[in-house]
């Protein structure tokens, strides 16, 4: 009776151990806004940079319209790995090299409503359209590698993926998630980038963050 007890505590123990291993740190972690009903995930790690940080240094710009389009923020957030980032890495076009991962969802302002098009989702950073026809001789050595529609449950667009080298500066990848609601009165935005050497390092990772990128509206 005594020999028959021993394997039942040791599979007892094992099976602890095994549960206890399945409470470790998770390996993603979901960025979210309940209220628009928009979600993606990012590693669990990686540092946050907190949509209020990135309001404040919105604020500061001067550029025509920004205080309107900063108004009209209803959820914003990014994360990267590196620690040291911060709002104006965010906000700035510098390739930064590590990745950086930015959500953006506002309402659109009145002369944007008629106006938007894939097209002006494409050129949600840099004028994409322009550069790709070849029309600007001052545009940056450009590869387009990717740029297919995205239909979501409430909103439609296109995801583009292309990299680009300005003079003087390091290559630069984005893939950028660019949709509009069906009543044409919400952008969602995902950008994920970073140095063209550093996205290719880790493209499997930066793909399935943008692949987990889901707009599913307000309930």
Known sequence: MKFA????????????????????????????????????????????????????????????????????????????????????????????????????VRTLLPDEVGVVSYNSLRNIIVPLTTWASGTDATAPLLDVLDDREIVQKIARGVRTIYSFTESGKSPQTINQTALVSDDRSTIYVLIVRCTTTCYNKSEKILNKISDSFTVRGTR
Do not use: M
């Open 5 to 104: 007890q021993r394997p039942v505590r040791l599979l007892a123990l094992i099976l602890a151990a095994t549960l206890l291993a399945g409470c470790g740190v998770p390996s993603q972690r979901y960025a979210s806004d309940k209220k628009q009903g928009v979600y993606f995930t990012v590693p669990y790690a990686w540092h946050e940079i907190s949509g209020a940080s990135i309001s404040r240094r919105e604020l500061l710009s001067t550029a025509s319209g920004a205080a309107d389009r900063a108004a009209s923020v209803l959820w914003q957030e990014a994360f990267s790995p590196n620690s040291h980032y911060g709002p104006t890495d965010v906000l700035n076009l510098k390739a930064p090299t590590s990745p950086l991962v930015y959500v953006r």
